[in-house]
């Protein structure tokens, strides 16, 4: 466990819905990421936050994806109107500590299917 | 842009044997990290590397990397079967902001 949890671990959706998962980062840590994850492939960049502030997006994330950091603690991910194409694993992380430098924390990740 | 390439992407080999797995990127980084996922789990921190010439060794397992190459390589001692999982790298991109590249994956199945 490395304290950084997700929620739900796995989410049946039928296409044209909306989603939502939510990411808790070890508590100290002001960094936090979103990655994708396919079988067979390694972690796609989605999205990143420094405390509440949304630095970067990957070119991946359409206009369906948002995320937000509210007062800079937990995060969610929104994907609206679903696609098949939108399965995969969601991925959060967390990172920021000095002792830890700059290793990213991952959590256990949201399945997501989309039927 | 920056790539990371693996190789080999799948790799079997028998119990007590040694090798190594290939991690390459394209553009300048001081910093990689290798992790490792068993299916259907998240991604578990392995080794941080920091600078040229690092070296981190845990147990079987001993991570190099070579900035002015962007190469690291993961080196496997006497594989037992509990190493059976997929191995990543990421390379560190700061360009204002952190991002970690991850690399495809190298899929390991260590034979009894």
């Known amino acids: 466990d490395t304290g950084v949890s997700q929620d739900p671990r796995h989410k049946i959706t039928k296409r044209g819905q909306n989603v939502t998962f939510r990411c808790d980062p070890i508590?100290?840590?002001?960094?936090l990421y979103w990655y994708r994850q396919t079988l067979g492939q390694g972690p796609e960049f989605l999205t990143y936050f420094q405390n509440e502030a949304q630095l970067e997006k990957s070119r991946l994330l359409s206009n369906r994806f948002s995320a937000e950091r509210p007062k800079g603690s937990f995060s969610t991910l929104e994907i609206q109107r679903t696609e098949q194409g939108d399965s995969a694993m969601y991925l959060c992380?967390?990172?920021?500590?000095?002792?830890?430098?700059?290793?990213?924390?991952f959590g256990e990740g949201s399945w997501l299917t989309v039927v | 842009e920056l790539k990371v390439e693996q190789n080999p992407l799948f790799l079997s080999m028998q119990e007590g044997k040694n090798y190594t797995i290939y991690c390459n990127y394209s553009?300048?980084?001081?910093?990689l990290y290798w992790y490792r996922q068993d299916p259907g789990k998240s991604l578990e921190s392995l080794f941080v590397l920091l600078s040229n010439g690092a070296v981190k060794q845990e147990g079987r397992l001993m991570a190099s990397l070579d900035t002015k190459a962007r190469l690291s390589t993961l080196h496997i001692t006497a594989a037992v079967h509990d190493l059976s999982a997929t191995y990543f790298c990421a390379v560190e991109q700061y360009a204002g902001t952190y991002k970690y590249i991850f690399g495809t994956g190298t899929r390991l199945k260590v034979l009894a």
């Open positions: 508590s100290e840590h002001n960094r």
């Open positions: 992380a967390s990172s920021g500590l000095r002792k830890t430098g700059n290793t990213i924390y």
């Open positions: 553009t300048t980084s001081d910093r």
